[in-house]
């Protein structure tokens, strides 16, 4: 169980296109979801929380209207990066909460890598 | 504010031997969470195991287990039985304040076993 799905997996794209990625809890109600970004060896970085109904919370420093976040369904988020540059490739992760099973625990989506030319 | 902390950037292990990955965390809220990540090299972030602070044992599960001494404030994963399949990047992290449901992350430490 907690099986969560992104897609697409891998995109490239020219520069100043925008780009949506898709993460879907698939056997449980995912009230929150959380989108990460992750650079070469580097550790995870928190971009935002994604509430179901409501709007995203950004974390510090990064850009609301670069990064749009949607979250219209208990199993579905969007992170849409827009007008995008090269400086935004990197490895987008998205994670979801299932509080049904009275832990903290975050299942990760297996990520999407996004090359902007 | 809360920080996680992994000071081994690599590690080697031989095969079928046991190893500690390192972490230890900062943070002053009473309760909170524990938890280690795998991420091999195909990107995916695997869920190893959980640690309430609360939580009177050390977890387990597998070969996994979870050395948590909360006076030192330390998280450290213990693997046993080390395989090939286990080279892989480990994270460490910490549920954040006010059950936002929030993770931060530590550095992670790259393990690489030795057949």
């Known amino acids: 169980g907690a099986v969560v799905s992104q897609h697409p997996s891998r995109v490239i794209c020219k520069s100043g296109t925008s780009v949506k990625i898709e993460c879907r809890s698939l056997?449980?109600?995912?009230?929150?979801m959380f989108w990460y970004r992750q650079f070469p060896k580097q550790s995870l970085m928190l971009m935002a929380t994604s509430n179901e109904g409501s709007k995203a919370t950004y974390e510090q420093g990064v850009e609301k209207d670069k990064f749009l976040i949607n979250h219209a369904s208990l199993t579905l988020s969007t992170l849409t990066v827009t007008s995008a540059h090269p400086e935004d490739s990197s490895f987008y992760i998205c994670?979801?909460?299932?509080?049904?099973?009275?832990?903290?625990?975050?299942?990760f989506g297996p990520g999407t890598r996004l090359l902007v030319l | 504010a809360q920080k996680i902390t992994q000071t081994q950037p690599g590690m080697f292990v031989q095969e079928k031997e046991a190893v500690t990955l390192d972490c230890t965390y900062d943070t002053s809220d009473p309760s909170y969470g524990l938890f280690w990540y795998k991420q091999p090299s195909s990107g995916e972030m695997i869920f190893l195991i959980y640690?309430?602070?609360?939580?009177?044992q050390n977890a387990t599960e597998g070969r996994y287990s979870l050395n948590f001494q909360k006076a030192r404030k330390s998280a450290n994963l213990v693997i046993s039985a080390s395989q090939l399949g286990d080279s892989a990047m480990y994270f460490c992290?910490?549920?954040?304040?006010?059950?936002?449901?929030?993770?931060?992350f530590g550095q992670g430490t790259t393990l690489q076993v030795k057949p």
């Open positions: 992290a910490m549920g954040g304040s006010g059950n936002t449901g929030k993770l931060i």
């Open positions: 056997d449980f109600q995912a009230t929150t």
């Open positions: 994670s979801a909460q299932d509080r049904g099973r009275g832990q903290e625990t975050q299942y």
């Open positions: 640690q309430g602070s609360y939580d009177q």
